[in-house]
């Protein structure tokens, strides 16, 4: 993985090819990522897109339907002039995904942009398109020669997620994609690997000499993951329908953040060697078996609320698209075990869910009391001490902080939590507007598959979690709705951890 960094060398030349192009995350993440690595002086002159999908249109009107959206999306460090001096390297072609002679028209288009661009025949193919098409664009690309590397040409593609719905289809879709493409060419893509905070919780537990001697069940007391989101379900009705929290959430990106927090320091900062770690303390998440699904997981559905501001939120079910009894749950929190040297004992809790109070997400380290607690006479008086807790922020405000316990000034000995907080803004001048794709994206064009998932890094997290899903499945829940838009979930996962004698630390 490169630092994405005004001193980062620049991508090699190619043609992104974009499946799926005018579609909603091409408009809203992909094309201002390719924005900002270009405002980032990261790509070089000889680069092109071309934006391949099922709507009728030439490449002039394409590029006018872009171009209505993209100071929106790219935001503050928008630059209409770079826009202006670009625009004419994207191009757009209409094609059926499943007809070979789109393909091949493809093969004639990117000829005449190599010619016209100057670029030298590397292509990355973009798939972000409904999970349906994934296997047959693999395969009709394979057919028409499109995934064939020759010297000093590559080709590369980046399979958007969700990968596979369940255990079996992932394997399917792996061993499909493995016929037409090698692993080597393959980049699945989790835009959570692109964010600076978890890239940074590597460079935090790797990088200093003090993180990793106290990173174990001797001195953690359990671990806490919380992706929350304010909003609903937007416009994704079928596709959310179909996918629920559990699927769209945790299968990738929680466990993608639950696997840099608890993998082993790897031998290198070299691909596999981080994804195998990564792989192998996947593997060691203790299976569930039925009884625990039921007692270790809980699943919810947001119901309508008012809105501080007096607004009516609808209910899940009352969506558009949304069916009216529909058992999909918006909301997961789990209790896991990570049956390891390292981790024995210590409880890992995961949520996530949407129309949450808020939007954060956020890595709580809880570390034990101190063995002897000499201050007891001060704890006695102030019971609401608690343990010192190292905070990893991925969103908003990312940043690191340790909430830990100090003297409050004065003749009578008590104590007081204070916290000691690093804000990325204050340090950096880079700003970090970025999405996650614009770094994933880079280091594809540089073929560095460090942050992108492997194989098998995908089949054990189905794997993990296709108890769940059959659990789930044959006992549908019977009391949906059953927490408020705007809040903190339900009431079941409060007393996941209270069993234990925790809380979930709410921002
Ligand atoms: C996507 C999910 O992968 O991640 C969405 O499909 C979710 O449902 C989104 O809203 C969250 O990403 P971020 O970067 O906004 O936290």
């Known amino acids: 993985m490169r630092p994405l960094s005004s001193s980062s060398s620049i991508a090699s030349p190619t043609v992104v090819v974009i499946f799926g192009a005018a579609g909603d995350l091409t408009k809203r993440k992909l094309i201002p990522a390719l924005f900002n690595l270009e405002l980032q002086n990261l790509l070089p002159d000889q680069i092109a897109m071309v934006g391949f999908d099922r709507v009728a249109m030439d490449s002039k009107s394409y590029r006018q339907s872009l171009a209505s959206d993209i100071s929106s999306f790219v935001g503050n460090g928008f630059k209409q002039q770079l826009w202006d001096e670009n625009v004419e390297k994207i191009y757009y072609m209409p094609g059926d995904f499943r007809d070979p002679d789109s393909y091949q028209k493809l093969k004639t288009l990117l000829k005449q942009v190599d010619h016209e661009q100057g670029t030298p025949g590397n292509y990355l193919f973009y798939l972000a398109t409904p999970p349906s098409f994934f ?103 079928s596709y959310y329908e179909e996918a629920g929290a559990l699927r769209d959430m945790i299968a990738n990106h929680l466990l993608a953040v639950l696997s840099i927090v608890a993998m082993e320091p790897p031998n290198s900062f070299d691909a596999d060697a981080i994804r195998d770690e990564q792989t192998k303390v996947l593997k060691a998440i203790e299976p569930f078996t039925p009884q625990r699904v039921l007692t270790d997981t809980v699943r919810g559905q947001y119901g309508e609320a008012v ?56 890595v709580v380290i809880q570390y034990k009391h101190a063995p002897n607690m000499m201050f007891r006479g001060a704890l006695e008086r102030h019971k609401n001490i608690e343990p010192d807790r190292l905070v990893l922020r991925i969103q908003p405000n990312e940043g690191i902080s340790m909430q830990f316990n100090a003297k409050v000034p004065g003749t009578e000995f008590k104590m007081s939590q204070v916290l000691m907080d690093f804000d990325y803004d204050d340090y950096f001048e880079e700003s970090n507007t970025a999405s996650g794709y614009e770094t994933l994206i880079y280091d594809c064009l540089c073929g560095d598959a460090t942050l992108f998932k492997r194989a098998d890094n995908i089949e054990v997290c189905w794997e993990f979690l296709q108890p769940i899903l ?25 007393e996941l951890l209270a069993r234990d004698g925790f809380h979930w630390k709410n921002q």
């Open 307 to 362: 809105s501080d501001n007096g607004q009516h939120v609808h209910a899940y079910r009352d969506e558009p698209g949304v069916a009216s009894d529909s058992t999909t749950e918006t909301y997961v929190s789990l209790r896991l075990k990570i049956n390891s040297w390292r981790w024995a004992g210590v409880p890992f809790y995961l949520r996530t869910g949407k129309r949450m109070h808020k939007r954060y997400s956020e």
């Open 470 to 494: 059959d659990v789930w499945k044959s006992l549908p829940p019977r009391d949906f709705p059953n927490y408020p838009a705007g809040s903190y979930g339900p009431e079941e996962a409060d």
């Open 135 to 237: 296997g047959i664009i693999a395969s009709e690309l394979a057919r028409s020669g499109l995934n064939e590397e020759a010297e000093g040409q590559w080709r590369r593609i980046i399979i958007e997620k969700p990968f596979g719905h369940d255990l079996e289809s992932a394997i399917e879709l792996n061993t499909r994609l493995h016929k037409s493409f090698q692993e080597h060419q393959i980049y699945r893509i989790d835009h959570y690997l692109g964010k600076e905070t978890v890239q940074n919780m590597m460079a935090y537990r790797f990088g200093n000499g003090t993180v990793e001697p106290i990173w174990n069940h001797r001195y953690v007391d359990h671990v806490q993951i919380t992706v929350a989101e304010s909003i609903g379900i937007e416009d994704r009705a």
